[in-house]
């Protein structure tokens, strides 16, 4: 897959995964607009690094050091780049911060940091791109997410922002779709500075970028699905989505709190399981339920 007359964006690209996506959309022919916090001038800028890198491949780069959580800065960095290159293809929401600490010693401004870099940034950096992408009727945009949307210790913030943004892909994938624009998210796991002290020695051979690379490449290809979650690490890519379990159902005189208690083993992942493409989906399927159950005719 190449990415000839294509213009991508990566956040976090200083290092890492970030710094990673951009060469790699670089070796395959995409202009490429790099960001991170670190300045360019900074001795050892991982960000200035990877400029050079791009550039070494005969690719062009735009470098911008800037907070994705500032929405003007960001509008400012797209104003410049589309005054250069006329559109936005791709866009990798890669910047995140992590904190891991337990939920009582958890600061309002720690809080708040979480959301304002891995969800306001994304929604920033997703919401300035996305008119130049309706206008070209073409756009592929990811949002990165993590394992610890399954719950670890210590990780409350950062579980709770990367749920909060496979709910933006679940969404944002539907008003996208009719304009050309796939939105999906990528769980990656692969050493880099932020994970490489919780893999034990002998794995960490067995987690490198490859897997990762591959997998983004694909989602910012034109062969992109929309609206899906992909996990890849170690060699595996496995797709994920949020399902319901069959309901058991209950008539009004006998729904209590009690009855649900005693019926707990019967309600926990009752078969068969439901996938649902919408909120309004699932809404209208607990309608068809209840109306079968209470003989109502739905047209």
């Given at each position: ?5 294509q ?17 790699a ?5 995409a202009?490429?607009?790099?960001i991170?916090?670190e300045?360019l001038?900074?001795?050892g800028s ?5 400029a ?7 690719a ?7 907070d ?5 800065a960001?509008?400012l ?9 006329r559109k936005?293809?791709?866009?990798i929401n ?5 904190h891991p600490?337990?939920?009582e ?11 304002d870099?891995?969800?306001?940034g ?46 933006l892909?679940n ?6 779709q009719?304009?050309?624009i796939a939105?999906?998210?990528i ?8 994970v ?5 020695p002998?794995v960490k ?7 990762v ?5 694909y ?5 992109a ?6 996990f890849?690490?170690a060699g595996?890519i ?13 008539d009004?005189?006998?729904?209590t709190?009690?009855?649900i ?18 909120g309004?989906s ?7 339920m ?5 003989d109502?005719?739905?047209?």
């Amino acid at each position: 897959m190449r990415f000839e007359n294509q213009v991508a964006i990566v956040t976090g690209a200083a290092t890492g995964l970030g710094r990673a996506y951009a060469i790699a959309l670089a070796e395959r022919g995409a202009r490429v607009v790099i960001i991170d916090l670190e300045p360019l001038s900074a001795a050892g800028s991982g960000l200035r690094d990877c400029a050079q890198a791009i550039r070494s491949l005969g690719a062009e780069v735009q470098a911008f050091c800037l907070d994705v959580s500032d929405a003007k800065a960001v509008q400012l960095m797209l104003a410049e780049v589309i005054a250069s290159w006329r559109k936005i293809d791709i866009l990798i929401n890669n910047a995140g911060v992590h904190h891991p600490e337990p939920f009582e010693q958890i600061t309002q401004m720690s809080w708040k940091r979480q959301f304002d870099v891995d969800v306001h940034g994304s929604f920033n950096m997703t919401q300035a791109v996305w008119p130049t992408m309706k206008q070209n009727g073409y756009g592929r945009v990811i949002m990165t997410c993590a394992s610890t949307i399954f719950g670890d210790m210590h990780e409350a913030s950062f579980s709770a922002s990367k749920m909060a943004l496979m709910g933006l892909v679940n969404s944002l994938h539907l008003e996208g779709q009719v304009e050309g624009i796939a939105v999906n998210s990528i769980t990656p796991h692969a050493v880099t500075n932020m994970v490489e002290t919780h893999l034990a020695p002998a794995v960490k051979p067995l987690f490198s970028k490859t897997t990762v690379l591959s997998a983004v490449l694909y989602l910012c290809s034109a062969n992109a699905p929309s609206g899906q979650h992909l996990f890849a690490a170690a060699g595996g890519i496995s797709h994920a989505e949020l399902i319901e379990y069959a309901a058991s159902r209950f008539d009004a005189a006998h729904c209590t709190p009690e009855a649900i208690h005693q019926r707990w083993q019967e309600i926990y992942q009752a078969q068969p399981c439901h996938r649902r493409a919408s909120g309004e989906s699932q809404v209208s399927a607990w309608a068809k339920m209840s109306a079968e159950q209470h003989d109502v005719a739905l047209e």
